[in-house]
């Protein structure tokens, strides 16, 4: 080692101890990849923090939301029971009325129809209303099944139930009818309702149509009568196929094919045509 008071002598570079290594460089590396990780760790913290704050401010706005829907439902109730105290009269005795307040209480889930007693019983009288309705439907209905096979149009059904009612009796439309028989069909009494066309067919005798029934149905609304070959061209069945949906009703009595043309005429005789096998239970 050259003495520092001898010529030519220059320092040497320092050395940090704890490193080791020259002016300490080589111990800052290890610190800083620590520091690193503590940032990532601290931003990924943030966030969930964040997040969960985000999802709590969206749980208070829910459940905030959700209060002020139930607030203005309460109000609605409310007024649509004035409503109806006050309308009362007007609601019983005029369909077109009724079928109003009927679908001004289907818009908040208020079912008049639900119990024959309760608010609505006591107040309008539109629950009994509608069991007695559906006791003459049921009375309508038994009286006519020798001749229909227990299949009726809404319209017959509607005239026959206004002539069974008198002339002084509360008028009903066939709407009411149509909800009279719904409640009927929650008894599990056998009675359905058919669409066909424009109108409805009423099932008085537990019965199960067939997609091939429906479908035959239709076309015959159409043009008033079907026959096989009609079928044939229409649907793009096989002869057969028609030939059955069309079976059984000459043989039971019924409307069955009329002429030789083989014409199936008539809506309501093609659908006693094709269900008086099905309601009899006999398929022979």
């Known amino acids: ?41 601290g931003a990924i913290a943030k966030k969930k923090l964040a997040e969960a704050k985000y999802k709590e401010r969206g749980t208070v706005l829910a459940e905030d939301q959700l209060t002020q829907m139930s607030k203005q439902l309460d109000m609605f109730k409310t007024n649509l029971e004035e409503f109806a105290s006050k309308h009362k009269q007007e609601i019983r005795k005029n369909p077109e009325f009724r079928v109003q307040f009927q679908d001004m209480c289907a818009t908040i889930g208020v079912d008049p129809l639900a119990s024959g007693k309760g608010f609505w019983s006591e107040m309008l009288g539109v629950g009994d209303f509608y069991y007695e309705l559906g006791v003459q439907v049921i009375e309508v209905c038994l009286a006519l099944k020798h001749r229909n096979g227990g299949l009726i149009t809404l319209e017959e059904l509607h005239q026959q139930v206004l002539k069974g009612r008198g002339k002084f009796a509360q008028d009903v439309s066939q709407d009411d009818l149509l909800r009279a028989i719904k409640k009927l069909k929650a008894l599990g009494s ?7 066309g424009g109108t409805y067919l009423i099932q008085s005798v537990p ?23 009609e079928i044939r061209a229409s649907l793009k069945w096989e002869t057969e196929r028609a030939r059955q949906v069309l079976v059984g009703a000459p043989a039971q009595g019924g409307a069955g094919l009329a002429g030789p043309a083989g014409r199936w005429r008539g809506t309501l005789l093609a659908a006693r045509a094709l269900c008086r096998p099905l309601l009899t239970g006999d398929h022979s």
Not at 18 to 39: E, F, L, Q, Y
Not at 214 to 229: F, I, P
């Open 1 to 41: 080692m050259r003495n520092p008071g001898l010529p030519g002598w220059e320092p040497g570079p320092k050395r940090d101890a704890a490193s080791g290594g020259p002016g300490g460089g080589a111990g800052r590396g290890p610190r800083s990849g620590m520091h690193r990780r503590g940032v990532g760790a």
């Open 190 to 196: 056998g009675f359905g309702i058919i669409p066909v």
């Open 207 to 229: 019965a199960e149509l067939n997609m091939d029934h429906t479908v035959v149905l239709q076309l015959a609304e159409k043009n008033g009568y079907v026959t096989v070959s």
